[in-house]
């Protein structure tokens, strides 16, 4: 039986241990939101780094138009778009970007060795799931709740009780205290309709922001496409798979 560990914080994550494992990556405002929803408007492939100096590498080396997006503890940066999903419909013109973040992009990048590594938010979490029970392997899973600059978030955790969540609707798991815990916190939040969310530090800060359409998109596209994302050759791309319950 397959075991679903849970990691609360991206600086908990021993790179080394995940090889053998498939791995998971989620961080809810904003950053793996971001991606999830460039791919859904055919922007890609993603290219997660992290920080700014390699992003602005990254695209002097691109031939095709890239759109920077990124935030640095939670600020703008200066010619980036901030990574806000409400803003992806502004620039369907380019064909790929590069984002880097505080969390989700940093987690990512010390996941990236793992045998299997994909990209949820709430939008996807469903869909995820069943990608990982239709794995025609026994390797464990790995959930990195990317966290708050090395702190628990609640937003994050709930977004691996997702994936949990659904898991189990497919299959017998083995679960971890920490999954455990991930997902009866996610069911605790999904009865009271998602809106212990709106209490979290990362939202208040985006509240601070002026980035309240930001936060509201995240409540109202939760599990709104069935895209999964997935991490190949430092790359983020796209393959869809159906939910069926």
Sequence with gaps: MRKIH??????????????QCSAVVVDVFLATTTITT???????????????E?????????????????????LAID??????????????????AIICS??????????????????SSLANGHAIAK???EEETERS????ASGNNGRFS????????????????????????????????????????????LHTETVQLLKHLQMDDAVSFVIDTIESTDIVAVFEDEQIITRRTEWIS
């Design 6 to 19: 849970v990691i609360f914080n991206k600086e908990l994550v021993e790179p080394s241990r995940l090889i």
């Design 38 to 52: 460039l791919l859904a408007h055919d922007i890609a492939p993603v290219l997660a780094v992290e920080n700014a």
């Design 54 to 74: 390699i992003a602005q590498q990254l695209s002097e080396n691109l031939t095709e138009p890239v759109l920077l997006i990124g935030e640095s503890a939670g």
């Design 79 to 96: 010619n980036f778009m901030y990574p806000d999903p409400t803003l992806i419909t502004t620039q369907l013109g380019r064909t790929q």
């Design 102 to 119: 505080t969390n989700g992009t940093r987690a990512i990048q010390k996941a990236k060795y793992a045998a299997q590594l994909y990209i």
């Design 131 to 133: 990608a990982l029970h």
């Design 141 to 144: 899973i790995v959930i990195i």
């Design 154 to 197: 609640l937003e994050d955790c709930v977004g691996a009780g997702q994936i949990i969540s659904y898991l189990l609707q497919l299959g017998n798991y083995e679960l971890s205290d920490a999954a455990y815990a991930a997902c009866s916190l996610y069911a605790g939040v999904k009865l009271k309709h998602f809106e212990p969310l």
